[in-house]
C-alpha cells in the first residue's frame, strides 16, 4: 500500500483493533448495515471537487501572476514615456542655450532662445504633472520649475536690454556677467535633466529585469502547483484503486471481512466500498447456502451408515422383548430385570447414535468459542465410525500432547473434517490407512492438522480443480463438489489455510492451518 | 425325534447371543454361542456343525470369510447370514456364495427359527415348531 500525502493515505484494515472485540458470532447482518452507515456518515470530499478545486486554485493563481505581469508592463511603458519627455525638455534647453550661444559670440537676436526656453518650460509645466511620482515628489519639480525660472528672467532681461542699446550689447559687462549666470543654471539643468535620464534609464533596466524574474519565477510556480495537483490526485485515484484491488483479491480468497471505513471523508469511492460490502453479504449468504447444502449431502452419507449402527440396538431389543413376552411366565424375577436392563442400555444406546447425527445436522446458530481440535477430530471420527469400518479402513489420530486450542464454529469445523474424511474414505480401498495428525504449525502461533490417506490420489492436472464448487470427479448422485469448496471457505473464514499435496497412486494429505487464538477481524465477519 | 441340530451363532453383539440361544434351544437345538469370530472359527475347525448362524459384519473378521471357512470344512453345512439393512447386496453375493439364506436386522426370535427350520428341513432332519407355536398361544 503507498501511503501518500495525509489526505489519501488510507491504512489497510487494522487488523489488531478488531481483535480486541472479538466476541464472535456469525451472524452478522447489523455488522453490515453498521459498516454501511459509518462508510457514509463522513463528509464528503468527491474526486471530482478535488479536481475542481486545484483547477480553480490554478486559474486563481494564473490570473494573480496575469495581473502583476500587466502592472510590471505598465510601469515600463511610463518609464519610457517619462525618457521621452526629459528627453524633448533637454533638447528644448539644449536648443535655447544654443541660441544664447550665438547671442553672446555673434550678437544674434535672443529671441529664438526665449522661444526654446518657452517651449521647454511649457513642456514641463504640462508633462511633469503626470510624472510627478517620477520626479521624486514636488521640491524636485518645484526646483527644477524654479531654475527654469530663473533662467528664463535673465534671458528676459537681456532681452530688454537689447532692445534699448540695439547693438554691442553682446560685449557689454552687464551683459558678460548675466552671461555666466546663464551658462550655470543652462549647465545645471542641463546636468538635472541628463541625471533624470540616466537615472530612469537604470530604473527601466531595473524593472526590465524584475519583470523577467516575475516572468521565470511566476512559471516555476505553476509548474509546482500543477505537479502538485497532479500528484495529489493521482495518488489519492491510485492508492485507493490499488486498496481495491486488494479487498477483491481477499474476496477472492474467501475472506469476507467487510470493509470499513479509513478516511475522514467520503468520495466517489465510498459508493465502491458501499458495493463491496452488498457484494460481501450476497456472496456470504450464498455461501452460506452452500455449506447448507453440502452438510445436507453429508448428513445424507451419514445416515445410511448411523441406520445400519442403529439396526445392532435396535435388533437387540426387539429380540428381548421378544423373548420376555414369549418366557414371561417361566422366567425369574432376576432374569426378567436383566432382561429389561439390557433393554434401557439400548435405548440409551440408539439415542446416543442418533444425536451424534441430530447434533451435526442442525442447523444452530454457529458461535465462535475456544475449542480442542483433538477432541473435534475424535467426536468427528465417532461420526463416521460406520463409514469408516463399512469400507474396512483403518484410522489413526496422532494428536500432539496438550494440544493448543483455537477458536472455531464446532459444527462448521466439523463439517469440515467430515468432508476430508469422506474424501479419504471415497479414495482409499480396503485395508488402507487413514493417519490424522496434530502438530504445531511453522510458526508457533499456528497448528496444523493434516489428513492423509493412501489411496489413489490426485492427478497433478486437477490439482488446482479440486477446490472449486461443483468440480467432482465421482460419478453422478454421489458426489457434489463442494466438499472441499465448502471446506475452503469455511477455513478461510477462521483465518486458516488448506494446501493439498498428492501423487497419483499413493495417496494425498490435506493440511489445515489455524491461527492459534486471535484470527484477523472475528467480529467483521459473516457466515 | 431325531438327534438334535449342532447350531453355532456368531454375532459381536453381546445381547444376540444371550437371547438367541435359549430361543433355539427351545426348538430342540445345540447352540453354541461365540461373539469372537477367532474363536468359533478355531471350534469350527474342531466340530462339524449343521447350521452356522453368523452376522456378516464383524470388526475383526467379517461373515463372509466366515461363510468361507465353513463351506470349506463342510460343505453340507447350512450357512445362515445375519445383515444389517444397508448390506442387502453382500447378502446376495454370500448366497451366490453357497449361503443357505439371510436374515435382516432388526428380527424377530421366530423369524430366525423359521429359517432354522427350513435349513433342518434342508437336512434331511425336522424342527417341530408348531408346539412352541401352541405354547405362545397359550
Ligand atoms: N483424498 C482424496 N483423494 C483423491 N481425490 C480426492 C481426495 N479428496 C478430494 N479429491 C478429489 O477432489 C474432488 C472434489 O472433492 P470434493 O470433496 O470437493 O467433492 P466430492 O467429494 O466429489 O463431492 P462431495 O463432497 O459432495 O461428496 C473429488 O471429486 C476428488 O476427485
Ligand atoms: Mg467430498
Known amino acids: 500500500m503507498p501511503k501518500t500525502g495525509p489526505v489519501i493515505s ?43 478545486l486545484g483547477n480553480s486554485l490554478l486559474f486563481l493563481a494564473a490570473m494573480i501572476m496575469v495581473i502583476v505581469l500587466i502592472i510590471n508592463n505598465d510601469r515600463v511603458n ?71 525660472g530663473v533662467y528664463k528672467s535673465l534671458l528676459q532681461q537681456l532681452y530688454q536690454h537689447e532692445q534699448q542699446e540695439k547693438k554691442g550689447l553682446h560685449t557689454t559687462p552687464f551683459a558678460k556677467k548675466i552671461g555666466l549666470k546663464l551658462r550655470d543654471y543652462g549647465k ?5 535633466s541628463n541625471a533624470m535620464i540616466n537615472i530612469e534609464k537604470k530604473a527601466i533596466e531595473k524593472t526590465l529585469s524584475h519583470s523577467r524574474y516575475i516572468h521565470i519565477s511566476s512559471f516555476l510556480a ?62 456470504d449468504t450464498r455461501e452460506n447456502i452452500l455449506i447448507q447444502t453440502h452438510k445436507m449431502k453429508a448428513v445424507g452419507t451419514l445416515t445410511s451408515g448411523i441406520a445400519h449402527e442403529l439396526n445392532n440396538p435396535l435388533n437387540n431389543i426387539m429380540l428381548t422383548a421378544h423373548m420376555i413376552l414369549e418366557d414371561y411366565h417361566d422366567l425369574s424375577d432376576e432374569e426378567r430385570i436383566d432382561m429389561l436392563k439390557d433393554v434401557a442400555v439400548e435405548t440409551d444406546r440408539s439415542k446416543k447414535i442418533i444425536r451424534n447425527l441430530l ?83 511453522d510458526t508457533s502461533e499456528s497448528v496444523k492438522v493434516s489428513v492423509i490417506d493412501h489411496g489413489q490420489g490426485i492427478p497433478k492436472q486437477i490439482q488446482s480443480s ?55 477481524g472475528i467480529n467483521t465477519f459473516t457466515f | ?39 468359533a472359527v478355531e471350534r469350527i475347525n474342531e466340530k462339524e456343525f449343521d447350521i452356522v448362524v453368523t452376522d456378516i459384519y464383524m470388526d475383526d473378521m467379517d461373515g463372509m470369510q466366515v461363510l468361507d471357512i465353513v463351506l470349506k470344512k463342510s460343505s453340507r453345512t447350512k450357512v445362515i447370514m445375519i445383515t444389517g439393512y444397508a448390506m442387502i447386496s ?20 421366530d423369524e430366525l427359527r423359521v429359517v432354522i427350520a427350513k435349513a433342518a428341513k434342508a437336512l434331511g432332519s425336522s424342527v417341530d415348531l408348531n408346539t412352541l407355536l401352541k405354547k405362545q398361544e397359550r
Open chain 1, 222 to 283: 505553476l509548474l509546482a502547483f500543477l505537479l502538485i495537483n497532479t500528484s495529489l490526485l493521482v495518488s489519492r485515484i491510485y492508492s485507493t484503486l490499488n486498496r481495491y484491488a486488494t479487498y477483491a483479491r481477499r474476496i477472492a480468497a474467501g475472506d469476507f471481512r467487510l470493509i470499513y471505513p479509513r478516511r475522514k471523508f467520503r468520495d466517489e469511492f465510498t459508493d465502491l466500498a458501499v458495493a463491496f460490502n452488498e457484494m460481501i453479504k450476497e456472496i
Open chain 1, 10 to 52: 488510507e491504512a489497510l484494515e487494522n487488523e489488531n483493533d478488531s481483535r480486541e472485540t472479538s466476541k464472535a458470532g456469525y451472524e452478522h447482518m447489523g455488522d453490515i448495515r453498521k459498516a454501511q452507515k459509518e462508510l457514509l456518515s463522513r463528509r464528503h470530499f468527491s474526486v471530482k471537487n478535488q479536481i475542481y
Open chain 1, 359 to 441: 447434533d451435526f445436522a442442525r442447523e444452530s446458530k454457529s458461535t465462535m468459542e475456544s475449542l480442542d481440535l483433538s477432541k473435534l477430530v475424535a467426536d468427528t471420527l465417532h461420526l463416521l465410525e460406520n463409514q469408516i469400518r463399512f469400507s474396512g479402513i483403518g484410522v489413526d489420530l496422532q494428536f500432539m500432547e496438550n494440544f493448543p486450542k483455537i477458536n472455531g464454529d464446532v459444527q462448521k469445523l466439523q463439517q469440515v473434517f467430515v468432508n476430508l474424511l469422506l474424501n479419504a474414505i471415497d479414495a482409499s480401498t480396503k485395508g488402507n490407512k487413514i493417519q490424522v495428525i496434530g502438530r504445531l504449525g
Open chain 1, 188 to 192: 545645471d539643468i542641463l546636468a538635472t
Open chain 1, 78 to 148: 511610463n518609464r519610457l514615456k517619462f525618457l521621452e519627455f526629459v528627453d524633448d525638455f533637454s533638447s528644448e534647453i539644449l536648443q535655447a542655450r544654443r541660441y544664447e550661444k550665438n547671442f553672446f559670440l555673434y550678437g544674434t537676436n535672443l529671441n529664438d532662445a526665449i522661444e526654446n526656453i518657452h517651449l521647454a518650460e511649457s513642456i514641463f509645466i504640462t508633462e511633469s504633472e503626470q510624472f510627478s511620482e517620477l520626479l521624486k515628489g514636488q521640491r524636485d519639480r518645484q526646483k527644477i520649475f524654479a531654475k527654469i
Open chain 1, 466 to 520: 479440486i477446490f472449486d464448487p461443483f468440480f467432482t470427479t465421482k460419478v453422478k448422485g454421489q458426489g457434489t463438489g463442494l466438499g472441499l469448496s465448502v471446506s475452503h471457505g469455511i477455513i478461510a473464514k477462521h483465518g486458516g489455510s488448506i494446501k493439498v499435496e498428492s501423487e497419483e497412486g499413493s495417496g494425498s494429505c490435506f493440511t489445515i492451518t489455524f491461527p492459534i487464538i486471535n484470527f484477523p
Open chain 2, 1 to 39: 425325534m431325531s438327534n438334535p441340530l449342532e447350531i453355532l451363532l456368531l454375532d459381536d453383539e453381546a445381547i444376540v447371543g444371550k437371547r438367541l440361544k435359549p430361543a433355539i434351544e427351545k426348538i430342540n437345538c445345540n447352540v453354541e454361542v461365540f461373539q469372537d469370530p477367532q474363536l
Open chain 2, 90 to 109: 453382500l447378502a446376495r453375493d454370500a448366497m451366490e456364495k453357497g449361503a443357505f439364506d439371510f436374515i435382516a436386522k432388526p428380527f424377530k426370535p
